[in-house]
């Protein structure tokens, strides 16, 4: 289900949609950790040529910060159309826990 929302999402914003505030706001933020972590992850199943492989959680937290530390703190402070929320933060960290789950539920059923 949420993987059918995704495509729905971007292609109905990039024709001038508009959502409920929070969704237009937070979704694209809760959804980047996902997206991003799961082109690493096929990555580096390729990579590695083991099917089974998985991204640890100290890998996510990594992302997770560095992900919030570039887009909350670093680039707020050099480019003006960028502007920090701790709200972003919040959901860059629901989306890292979401691909945490799902990637468990992989793990569970290979």
């Known amino acids: ?9 971007f292609i109905a914003k990039s024709k001038g949609v ?4 929070i ?18 992850l096929l990555a580096m199943k390729a990579y590695t040529k ?5 991204l640890s959680v100290a890998k996510v937290v990594v992302a997770f910060l560095y992900i919030s530390i ?4 670093i680039l707020p402070l050099y480019r003006e159309h960028f502007h920090s ?3 972003d ?3 860059y960290g629901m989306g890292a826990l ?13």
């Open 1 to 9: 289900m949420v993987g059918l929302s995704i495509p729905f999402f």
């Open 18 to 21: 508009t959502f409920h505030p």
């Open 23 to 40: 969704i237009q706001g937070y979704f694209s933020d809760f959804l980047a950790l996902p997206l991003m972590l799961g082109v690493i």
């Open 50 to 54: 083991d099917p089974t492989y998985q």
């Open 70 to 73: 570039v887009f909350e703190w």
């Open 85 to 87: 929320d701790v709200w």
């Open 89 to 91: 933060v919040v959901a």
């Open 98 to 110: 979401l691909f945490l789950w799902i990637q468990s539920i992989g793990k569970r059923t290979t």
